[in-house]
């Protein structure tokens, strides 16, 4: 029978805007989160993180939030560049440790 | 440091085959993990070695699979016998602490069981 894969979320941005990438967890135990970026052929690799007692961080281009209310965490990328395109992965651990990733959202800049 | 090295970048295999895969973390980690990538499953964690130890292997899909720790800059994941649906990229990680640091990622190895 015809195997499905996972449905990878997509967003679509015009190079130079702001994206906005979401990712839901469910374990209310997590306290550590971490936002990695995968390029076609390569590994993840870290962008950013943030701890449970923190709602706001802030790097290079690159925020995260978390509203551990809602067990929520955001991605923003301000002035996006072409070579922002890739599959973008949220990953929680808390708990038991495991370091757990999200199914991932694909971000296609458009030039 | 070149970061989490991984070895073969490709390996095609015929089904019956042993398969071993090879990983050398970045020194001074204590946490190393393996991961699968597949379409179907996404990231999926299969086991983890804390200053060599196997901690968690419940992600192991069978018995067939096996990995091992004999130092502190080496690991291997070995399937024994392949099957085509264990065709994916299968990641090495390593970390300094599990949960409070992050993971750097290998390049990983696209396996292909035919």
């Known amino acids: 029978g015809e195997s499905v894969g996972l449905h990878l979320p997509t967003l679509s941005v015009q190079e130079g805007d702001n994206s906005i990438i979401n990712c839901a967890y469910s374990n209310s135990a997590s306290d550590y989160f971490i936002w990695y970026k995968q390029e076609s052929g390569k590994g993840p690799q870290f962008i950013i993180d943030i701890r449970s007692n923190m709602d706001k961080r802030q790097g290079q281009r690159v925020t995260v939030l978390l509203n551990k209310t809602v067990k929520h965490l955001s991605l923003q990328i301000a002035a996006t560049q072409p070579g922002d395109s890739a599959v973008y992965f949220c990953?929680?651990?808390?708990?038991?440790?495991?370091?757990?990733f999200g199914t991932g959202t694909r971000l296609t800049i458009i030039p | 440091d070149a970061g989490v090295i991984q070895s073969p970048r490709h390996e095609v295999t015929e089904m019956g085959q042993e398969v071993t895969l090879r990983c050398k973390p970045i020194?001074?980690?204590?946490?190393l993990f393996w991961y699968r990538q597949t379409m179907m499953r996404g990231l999926e964690l299969l086991i983890y070695f804390n200053n060599n130890v196997p901690i968690d292997d419940s992600g192991m899909p069978e018995d067939r699979f096996s990995a091992k720790m004999p130092n502190a800059s080496f690991s291997t994941l070995k399937i024994q016998p392949s099957e085509p649906r264990d065709s994916a990229v299968y990641f090495c990680?390593?970390?300094?602490?599990?949960?409070?640091?992050?993971?750097?990622f290998g390049q990983g190895t696209r396996l292909t069981v035919v």
């Open positions: 990953a929680e651990t808390g708990g038991n440790e495991k370091l757990t």
């Open positions: 020194s001074g980690h204590d946490y």
């Open positions: 990680a390593s970390s300094l602490r599990q949960g409070v640091t992050e993971a750097f």
